[in-house]
């Protein structure tokens, strides 16, 4: 007696379930990043197109935020956090990535450029204890994990933050400041073209 | 012991390289990265009693054995001169 059960082989149906899986699971959080993004940054009064939060994230905005296009926001272990005070601004440029646990708290002025990147616990914020000046921060910079940057700081074009850096000093541009208080040497005196 | 001799024997027991020349690139041969050259210029500050300007941490003055030993001999010139 022969079974009248077809023979389906199990293994070949959990690997196209599996393939089909790897394909939808990034658009479908993808698409939820953009959704969270919306809802949170509802305060927002300017917001780019493509702005994506990845995880949960803590938005206080009283006075005015400016978010570029396409930003980034890494979920993580700790929410990022963005603080605007009454009267302050915080501006954020296009392409710009934010890994998890960063806060940045403006009370006066605190600019971001285009394509920059920030790593977990980044701490950006205009005021201290001493006193409260606007922080710029140019495009194309990368500010690597744990690194603060202090009141009145502008950080040149496509520098480089050292992580756990205390940034007291303006980095020029092409830069890579390291250290607390943060030094700075020139970036061709350290980093060389890839693949050489 | 010569300025050079002592610069290189900070390099080689900081960062456990031999096998290089007096003008071979720091970077290009990587001997030191990033991180240790905040401890050379942390050494030639204590070992020399000079402070080095932001500026002067460039490729053209530190990043080969002759270049940091010239540089170190062009800053004590200048502190000389500067004194008498």
């Known amino acids: ?72 926001f890494v979920g993580g272990m700790m929410p990022s956090s963005l603080v605007c005070h009454p009267g302050a601004r915080l501006t954020i440029g296009d392409d710009t990535q934010f890994n998890y646990g960063v ?3 403006a009370w006066e002025s605190v600019s971001v450029g285009a394509r920059c990147m920030f790593a977990s616990f980044v701490r950006l914020g205009d005021r201290d204890g001493q006193r409260t000046a606007p922080i710029v921060i140019e495009d194309d910079v990368w500010v690597a994990h744990g690194a603060i940057i202090m009141p009145g700081v502008r950080v040149g074009a ?39 | 012991m010569s300025i050079r001799d002592r610069i290189r024997t900070f390099i080689v027991d900081t960062f456990f390289v031999d096998e290089f020349g007096d003008d071979d690139s720091f970077l290009r041969k990587g001997l030191i990265d990033s991180t240790g050259m905040m401890e050379l210029v942390a ?39 500067q004194a008498g």
């Open chain 1, 1 to 72: 007696m022969t079974s009248r059960i077809p023979s389906v082989a199990l293994p070949a149906v959990l690997e196209q379930l599996q393939a089909l899986r790897k394909v939808v699971q990034p658009r479908a959080l993808r698409a939820m990043a953009l959704a969270r993004a919306r809802w949170l940054f509802r305060s927002v009064q300017l917001r780019g197109h493509n702005v994506a939060a990845y995880g949960p994230m803590a938005v206080q905005n009283d006075g005015i935020i400016a978010l570029g296009d396409r930003l980034t």
């Open chain 1, 103 to 105: 806060s940045l708290e």
């Open chain 1, 158 to 196: 496509r520098s480089v933050v050292a992580a756990g850096s205390i940034v007291t000093q303006d980095v020029p541009p092409d830069t890579l400041a390291m250290g607390n208080p943060a030094r700075n040497m020139s970036l061709e005196l350290v980093a060389r073209e890839t693949g050489t």
């Open chain 2, 43 to 81: 050494f030639l500050e204590q070992e020399f009693g000079m402070k080095l300007e932001d500026k002067e941490l460039v490729p053209e003055n530190l990043d080969s054995l002759s270049r940091v030993t010239a540089f170190v001999e062009r800053k004590q010139q200048q502190r000389l001169s």
